[in-house]
């Protein structure tokens, strides 16, 4: 895993509000993106590839794919070392009651994901 240094809390929450009004220019594979619908048979297993390639990227492609990603790659991001990328995925529009289910169930999941998950008062009305 390359070791980029994290960007200044300033970096990152000007990355975010790019990301999130749709004008920054970084490039994330638009399959990582496109959520496959409820009725629709899953693709074959690509998750190797799909975690190499999440791997691989920088800090600023990381962000973008934590707010804007897919489920498969939310489930690999919720995992990366920063606890930025964890705490944006949380953050990710998308994110479904089961996900925020299985992370706050997850024992490795890090004090601070948890406590995200209590201050969302719809995250916090379902008893599981």
């Keep these: 895993m390359p070791d980029v240094p994290e960007p200044s809390p300033g970096e990152v929450e000007a990355v975010v509000k790019s990301v999130e009004s749709g004008e920054d220019a970084i490039a994330v594979p638009t ?3 496109a959520e496959e619908p409820a009725g629709a048979t899953p693709r074959p297993p690509e998750a190797q590839n ?3 390639q999440i791997l691989g990227m920088g800090m600023h492609e990381k962000i973008k794919l934590a707010l804007r990603g897919n489920k498969d ?11 930025m990328i964890r705490r944006l995925v ?3 529009p998308r994110i479904s009651d089961t ?3 299985s ?3 997850n024992r490795s999941a890090d004090e601070e994901l948890i406590r995200l998950i209590t201050h969302k008062r719809e995250w916090m ?3 599981q």
């Design 31 to 33: 399959e990582m993106l």
């Design 50 to 52: 799909l975690y190499a």
């Design 73 to 83: 790659a939310r489930l690999i991001l919720i995992r990366d070392p920063s606890k």
């Design 90 to 92: 949380l953050m990710n």
């Design 99 to 101: 996900e925020v289910i």
């Design 103 to 105: 992370i706050a169930r």
């Design 125 to 127: 009305r379902n008893y």
